[in-house]
């Protein structure tokens, strides 16, 4: 199993940036693959971005070129840096963990608010 803490949503203007925090329980190499998910209201969940135990990364179109993850081991933690925000990006981002142990497991976050105004 695996906890996630999400940190560091907020309210930012459009253009604006803010970067995601998420803390892992576990050393994240241990996690096959993490990744940031974001919901916006009556719109379903959907993956922004990835980063496997490996170090490979994806992205949604939509954020291409504006979007980064990264992590930081000794940290346990993986970050979502955001830039060039758009209101369109408002939404609840989640973070999410999968685990072949040996099954699939998928565990996430209680997720952060992030709104971009006008």
């Known amino acids: 199993q695996v906890q996630l803490v999400e940190s560091g949503g907020g309210l930012v203007q459009a253009g604006g940036s803010l970067r995601l925090s998420c803390a892992a329980s576990r050393s994240i190499f241990s996690i096959n693959v993490i990744g940031w998910y974001r919901q916006a209201p009556v719109k379903e969940r959907e993956l922004v971005a990835s980063?496997?135990?490996?170090?490979?990364?994806n992205y949604a179109d939509s954020v291409k070129g504006r979007f980064t993850i990264s992590r930081d081991s000794a940290k346990n933690t993986v970050y979502l840096q955001m830039n060039s925000l758009k209101p369109e990006d408002t939404a609840v981002y989640y973070c999410?963990?999968?685990?072949?142990?040996?099954?699939?497991?998928?565990?996430w976050g209680q997720g952060t608010q992030v709104t971009v105004s006008s």
């Open positions: 980063i496997s135990s490996g170090g490979s990364t």
């Open positions: 999410n963990a999968g685990i072949w142990a040996p099954t699939f497991n998928s565990y």
